[in-house]
């Protein structure tokens, strides 16, 4: 630091200060993008339309065949515990059974 009455000057901890400051300004910057970087994009839709079509071709990407709703879910015929349970009704977990 700068000690005034002696007439010293320290010059690394003013380096250090300015590498602080300005990494701290780069990383705010990041920061500061990924927060409110889309609102301000030119490539990016604004509106809602443009906005679901956009996430509907992100989805499309992701490596599963299809992706099921809950609503698709409640109307697949399984038994009920069916990945509990094997073939041959045991069950294929020890935990999910209270007797033990």
């Keep these: 630091m700068c000690d005034k009455d002696k007439g010293e000057h320290n010059y690394v901890a003013d380096a250090l200060n300015w590498e602080q400051r300005v990494s701290g300004e780069l990383e705010s910057a990041r920061i500061w993008e990924t927060h409110w970087g889309d609102l301000y994009s030119k490539d990016k839709p604004r509106d809602y339309e443009g906005k679901i079509a956009e996430l509907q071709?992100?989805?499309?990407?992701?490596?599963?065949?299809?992706?099921?709703?809950?609503?698709?879910?409640?109307?697949?015929?399984?038994?009920?515990?069916?990945?509990?349970?094997?073939?041959?009704?045991?069950?294929?977990?020890?935990?999910?059974?209270?007797?033990?």
């Design 57 to 100: 071709k992100e989805i499309n990407k992701l490596p599963v065949a299809k992706m099921m709703t809950n609503f698709q879910m409640s109307f697949r015929k399984l038994k009920p515990y069916e990945e509990l349970v094997d073939k041959k009704g045991s069950v294929k977990h020890k935990n999910v059974n209270n007797d033990e």
